[in-house]
Every structure is written in C-alpha cells, then in structure tokens.
C-alpha cells in the first residue's frame, strides 16, 4: 500500500474514532498524536558541477608482449613476477656462445676480404705503373721513329744523286723500318698493360663487394647476439613468466615469454549516451575536461585524470559512444582490467538549489519532499528534482533557498503531522512556505 493510500486510510479510521467517541455520553476529548521525530536538512543554494556518472574499464596505456627475436636455450631471468621494470632493463638472456661464433667468423671473414681490397689496389697500382712505363716507351720509340723516318728520306735522296753507298741507305732504310716495329710493340705492349689495369680495377671492385657482404653479415651476425639480451621495450609492471629458464625458445613463436603492462599513465574506457555527446565536444573544445575514476568501496583511492579520446562512431546497438581518459596513476590505485566508477566533469553550475539526496521520495504523482513549516508541522511538497551530486540532489523547481526538508524519518509522516526535530542545529524558516 503506497503512502497516500497508508494516508487516507489513517484519516478514515480517525474520523469515524472521532465520530463513535462524539457519539457516545461523556466522552473526553482525545489528545493531539505525538510529534514525529525526524532529521532535517535546509534548502542551499551553492555552486555544483555538471557531471555524468557511469562505469568504465580500466586499461593499461600500453601493452607489450615480450617475444624471442631468435632461437636458443633460454639461460637467464633477470626480473620476478609482478616486478616494476625500466625501459631497457635486461629481462632474459638466450644462450649468446652460438652467435658469438658466427660473429667471429663474420669479422674473420672480413678482415680477410679486406686483405684482399688492399692486395687488389696494390696490383691495380703497379699495373698503371707499368701502363705509364710502356707509354714512356711508346713515346721515346715514336720520337726515335721520326728521326730515323727523316733520315731514311735524306739518304734516299743522296742515294738517288750517288753521294752515298747503297750500302749505307739501305742500312738507315732498315733502322726505320726497326723502330716501326719496335712502336708496333709498344702500342700491343700498352694494350696488354691497359688491360692489366681494367682486370685489376675488377678485382679490386669485386674484393670491395666482398668486404660489402661481409659488413652486412657482420652487422647481422651482431644485431643477433644483441637478440640474445632481450630488454625491456616500455616502462611497466610484469605479468606471469610463461617461460622458465632452461626452456629452448624459438624465434617470434608463442607463447609469449611476459607481458609487460605500462600503468604510469593508464587509460580508463567508458560509454556515454550519444546524446551527451555534443555537450562533452563543446566542453572538449573549449578547455580540459576532468575525470574522476573511483575503485567500488575504496573512495579514498579515486584518481583524476582528463578525457582524452573520444571514438570516431556510435554503436548503433546501444546508442553510446566509447570515450576514454587519461590517469597519472602515480599511486597505482587503478589497475588494468578493473571496473571503476567514473565521474566525468563538464562545467559547473552557479547558484543551484540542493538538498540531500535522501530526502527526495517517489509518489504515484512525482517526486516529493516534506517540507518544515514554522511552526514544526510539515507539508507534502512536489518537486522537479534534477542531477545528482554525491549525497546531494539539485532542485530544478519547487524549493526555494533558506526552507527546510526533512531528510530521515518520512515514513511516518503525513501532511500536517507535526515533527521533533532530531538535530536541532538546523535551522527552520522563520516562515511558512507556499504549497
């Protein structure tokens, strides 16, 4: 039976009490019903926030899953389970003597091809030494040939005018034609040299490409020993080591040897209607939104951080959009995976008429109050109540500033019941309220 029924139900049995009693000879006037005791609350005016309340997850800011880039025995864990870790402590150690071989042959195998670039240029050198030597040759033979040439044409002419021996003409003829013989070697012999000097080039190019291969093998060869000490890639708490040492690993294979959870800042994801959504954008845009995430029973651990994302689509499943904020955590309360209560803070709103939540009630026709008139009885009064903050209620229309409510102790009253206030500090209005 609700409250108003509970109401008419007591006046009607009053009234025909009252009527059997009138009836009856000598009956005496029955005393006044004592005086309810109830807790008060005045009506505030104050400033509130504007806020939403919901329930989010918590969620690490990053998250790494820590593989082996290459296969071995795993000989040593540097952390325990749960630990807080730096970016770029060393986590495992992989067996590192394999490795450590093949870079020694690498290195071995390119000091060797570096030999071999050094022997190349000095071949490449002395075959352009020996191309200037048989260009000299060339040079001094070709002047030789000149000479001769003149001569062989002067003594032709005394030859022919009988001034010389055939004898001596035939002999000059001859030194001509000997050093243009000896110029047709020199060319072959330059050609040859060239020659020598286009294959030492060569070799030294392709003893260059070699030290090239054997960089590139070294270089490979040392980025896998680096593997070989896996690191920290994040600053984070570990999770379970899946992987005991002794274990043979194998390269990017599952499972996972840790997982390394960044929870210095965190995130915490939460949905709001889509309705709210062009308010929390116009705050958004305008300045810093502030989050509040609170831990279920433990409000003294709550964290504030701001809103930082909001997603780029509705889910047209529930009519909410994913937003998410940014914590410090610094104190850890929040951890990844956990559900939170969280508050998120708009704006503010001036001079808002509050009251205790507690004392708002529902009725068949709204919310109601009881309100404390002067003089101590009180008066059932509807109001429009409004957001929520904490254990306060925003009254958007039926109270006004300085009125007192009754905060505890409603369910025995009715209208006009008269009431002892429990905490007599609460001041009453000094008037009657209009209904």
């Known amino acids: 039976m609700n409250l108003f029924r509970q109401w008419y139900f007591r006046q009607f049995l009053l009234g025909l009490i009252v009527l059997l009693l009138g009836c009856s ?10 005086a309810v005791p109830v807790t008060v609350a005045p009506v505030i005016q104050k400033t509130v926030p ?24 795993l000989i040593r864990v540097y952390f325990t389970e749960g630990q807080d870790v730096k970016k770029g402590d060393l986590l495992f150690t992989i067996d590192p003597r394999p490795f450590e071989a093949t870079v020694k042959q690498a290195e071995a195998n390119l000091a060797r091809d570096l030999a071999l670039v050094k022997e190349a240029e000095a071949n490449l050198a002395k075959s352009i030494s020996q191309v200037k030597e048989v260009e000299a040759t060339l040079a001094k033979d070709m002047a030789q040939q000149k000479y001769a040439q003149t001569e062989s044409q002067r003594y032709e002419e005394l030859f022919k005018r009988g001034v010389v021996a055939k004898e001596q003409y035939d002999k000059v003829r001859l030194d001509a034609e000997t050093i243009e013989a000896t110029i047709k070697a020199d060319r072959a012999a330059v050609d040859n040299a060239e020659e020598g000097v286009g294959a030492a080039k060569a070799a030294v190019e392709t003893a260059k490409e070699s030290v090239l291969t054997d960089r590139a093998v070294l270089e490979n060869a040392t980025i896998q020993l680096g593997y070989c000490s ?77 809103l930082s994302f909001i997603d780029n689509t509705v889910d047209t499943t529930t009519g909410t959009i994913q937003v998410k904020g940014t914590f410090a955590n610094k104190e850890k309360h929040l951890w990844p995976g ?98």
């Open 50 to 73: 504007v806020q939403l309340q919901t329930i989010g997850n918590v969620q690490a800011y990053s998250t790494v899953s820590v593989k082996s880039m290459v296969a071995g025995e």
């Open 230 to 306: 896996i690191r920290s890639p994040i600053t984070g708490r570990t999770g379970n080591l899946i992987v005991q040492e002794g274990n043979i690993v194998k390269a990017n294979d599952t499972p996972f040897l840790v997982v390394i959870n960044q929870i210095n800042p965190i995130y915490v994801t939460f949905s709001v209607p889509e309705n709210n959504l062009p308010e929390i954008r116009k705050y958004m845009a305008t300045g810093r939104i502030e989050v509040e995430a609170v831990v279920p029973d433990h409000e003294a651990e709550g964290e504030k951080g701001e």
């Open 25 to 34: 000879p000598g009956t005496k006037e029955k005393p006044s019903p004592p």
């Open 338 to 435: 956990q559900f939170v209560d969280v508050i998120l803070t708009l704006t503010v709103r001036p001079s808002a008429i509050v009251i205790p939540s507690q004392a708002v009630k529902a009725g068949q026709k709204g919310p109601y109050v009881f309100v404390v008139k002067a003089d101590h009885t009180v008066e059932l009064r509807p109001i429009l109540p409004g957001q929520k903050f904490h254990e306060e209620t925003i009254i958007e229309e039926g109270l006004s500033p300085g009125e007192t409510v009754v905060a505890d102790g409603q369910l025995q009253l009715i209208p006009g019941s008269r009431v002892e206030i429990k905490n007599p500090t609460t001041a009453i209005a000094p008037k009657e309220s209009n209904p």
